[in-house]
């Protein structure tokens, strides 16, 4: 079976433009969580999605949005883009979305602010 | 509140054994236990649930103490394949919201 998936792995942007993160969940998955991974700290949760609903959000600005696909698959928008978001940005997903189910990493998209 | 993990880094020869310890300021619902090798995600070791349940694999031990906010884990007779850091994730609500601690660095040398 496909584990969580991301799309792209690396992505290169400049300050003030925006970009899309794509995550599919392991099927039968129904809750996606998205978080940030600086280098040498642990992940940083953003967002939970879970039946098409934010459940959670983290400390981040409005710059960041998420929404999840009647699939279950999701995206994370930046928007005006900063040096401080270089990062690795990591999907999670389980079951449900409560906090007894493991959650499954993906693989992560590496993004670079130049 | 971020969880506190200690120690930051440990360093071990193969066959033996290490505590990583987890410590929270609030009341905990759960832990969740993950280990991440360098340029890899992070993979589920264990969840330690408020009133004892546990869930993950069988040569992974760990501990929770719901009065003192705290969770161990065990790795007993390491081996190279331990290498890695290893977080604990905690959530004080039942949302599956997890709280990343700053992570342990463990090293297994032959």
């Known amino acids: 079976d496909a584990g969580v998936t991301q799309s792209p792995t690396h992505l290169i942007k400049t300050r003030g433009q925006h970009v899309t993160l794509r995550c599919s969940p392991i099927?039968?998955?129904?809750?996606v969580s998205w978080y940030q991974q600086v280098l040498g700290q642990g992940p940083q949760f953003i967002f939970q999605?879970?039946?098409?609903?934010?459940?959670g959000r983290g400390n981040f600005p409005d710059r960041f949005s998420a929404r999840q696909f009647p699939n279950y698959s999701s995206e994370l928008n930046v928007n005006a883009l900063l040096l401080g978001d270089s990062a690795l940005y990591l999907c999670?997903?389980?079951?449900?979305?409560?906090?007894?189910?493991?959650?499954?990493f993906g693989d992560g998209t590496r993004l670079s602010i130049l | 509140q971020q969880p506190v993990q200690s120690p930051q880094a440990v360093i071990l020869r193969e066959g033996e054994d290490a505590v990583i310890n987890c410590s929270s300021s609030?009341?905990?619902?759960?832990v969740h236990w993950y280990r991440q090798k360098h340029g890899e995600a992070p993979v589920f070791l264990m969840i330690?649930?408020?009133?004892?349940e546990q869930k993950g694999h069988e040569k992974i031990s760990a501990s929770f103490n719901e009065k003192k906010q705290q969770s161990s884990l065990y790795l007993t007779a390491s081996q190279l394949s331990y290498s890695g850091t290893y977080f604990c994730?905690?959530?004080?609500?039942?949302?599956?919201?997890?709280?990343f601690g700053k992570g342990t660095k463990l090293s297994v040398k032959p």
């Open positions: 330690l649930l408020k009133g004892g």
């Open positions: 999605y879970y039946e098409k609903e934010e459940r």
């Open positions: 099927s039968g998955h129904k809750s």
């Open positions: 994730g905690t959530e004080t609500g039942s949302q599956g919201n997890l709280i």
């Open positions: 609030k009341a905990l619902y759960s």
């Open positions: 999670a997903s389980s079951l449900r979305q409560d906090g007894n189910q493991p959650q499954h």
